[in-house]
């Protein structure tokens, strides 16, 4: 299998991951971080920003959930470089990364942070569910070499 391919399946199963730990988390939690709702926001002022007019509610959902998954799985991928012996360790770093950008980022790109910072436990929480995403894709990567 060519690394690119790998590296691909890799990330998007992180994305996957990720996503559905924070929709099932969110269900079973109100301080469980709801990232769809900054994700939403993003979204809906970056085509705003465009002259376009955002789409709203469901379909702006799912256009955030399809952005969300593509650029989850494109990051995620970028594990699979560098040696085997070290991805796990380069998965949970991309991952660390991650999720301290969306909680350390949010509040200066002029988005409301509250629904991933609210509470001590949500930033946590939200560090550790991109965290399992790197985790995850840093897995597949491997074991597909």
Known sequence: MKPEVRNIIGGITGAVV???VHEGAKRLSNKAPKINLVGEEAMA?????TGAE???GKKLA???????????????AMIGKGDNENV????????????????G??????LNS??????DETKIMTVAWYLLGGIAAALVI???K
């Not at 980022?105 to 002029?110: D, I, R, S, T, V």
């Open 142 to 144: 491997k074991n597909l």
């Open 45 to 49: 002022k970056t085509i705003e920003a």
């Open 105 to 110: 980022l949010a509040k200066p790109l002029g």
């Open 54 to 56: 955002a789409p709203s």
């Open 114 to 119: 509250h629904p991933i910072s609210k509470t």
């Open 62 to 76: 799912l256009t955030t959930l399809a952005a969300d998954l593509a650029s989850n799985a494109g990051y995620y």
């Open 18 to 20: 990720l996503n559905l």
């Open 88 to 103: 796990v360790l380069r998965g949970a770093g991309f991952g660390l990364m991650a999720g301290l950008g969306a909680i």
